[in-house]
C-alpha cells in the first residue's frame, strides 16, 4: 500500500491562486501514474490531472491551462498548482497512486483536502 498524504487546501478569493501537495509514502519513481481527482458536494468524483510515470501530463478540459500537475522526486511528493481559481473549483481534492503488483492493478487514495473558492 502507498499511503498519500495531501495538504495546501483551504479558503481562496476567485482568481486566486493555490498550490496542493500529495505527499507518498514510497518513491514516485515506482508509481506507475500519480493523479489529482476532486468532488464537489452533491456531485461525482471527477478526474483532474495525471502525470506519468515518464513525465507526461494530461488534464481535464475544465482545468486545462489552469492548473499544472508537476512532481518533486527527491520529496516523493506531486503538486497540483491552481491558478485563477473559478466558484465551481470548490471541492475535496484527492491524489491517488496507480501501480501494479503481480500483474494486479491496484489504486491508493489520500484523504483529501478542502478547497473553497469563494468571495
Known amino acids: 500500500q502507498v499511503q498519500l498524504v495531501e495538504s495546501g487546501g483551504g479558503l481562496v478569493q476567485p482568481g486566486g491562486s493555490l498550490r496542493l501537495s500529495c505527499a507518498a509514502s514510497?518513491?514516485?519513481?515506482?508509481?506507475?501514474?500519480m493523479g489529482w481527482y476532486r468532488q464537489a458536494q452533491g456531485k461525482q468524483r471527477e478526474w483532474v490531472a495525471v502525470i506519468i510515470r515518464g513525465g507526461s501530463t494530461n488534464y481535464a478540459d475544465s482545468v486545462k491551462g489552469r492548473f499544472t500537475i508537476s512532481r518533486d522526486n527527491a520529496k516523493d511528493t506531486v503538486y497540483l498548482q491552481m491558478n485563477s481559481l473559478k466558484v465551481e473549483d470548490t471541492a475535496v481534492y484527492y491524489c491517488n497512486a496507480a501501480y501494479w503488483l503481480r500483474a494486479i492493478h491496484y489504486v491508493d487514495w489520500g484523504q483529501g483536502t478542502q478547497v473553497t473558492v469563494s468571495s
Open positions: 514510497e518513491s514516485i519513481l515506482s508509481i506507475n501514474a
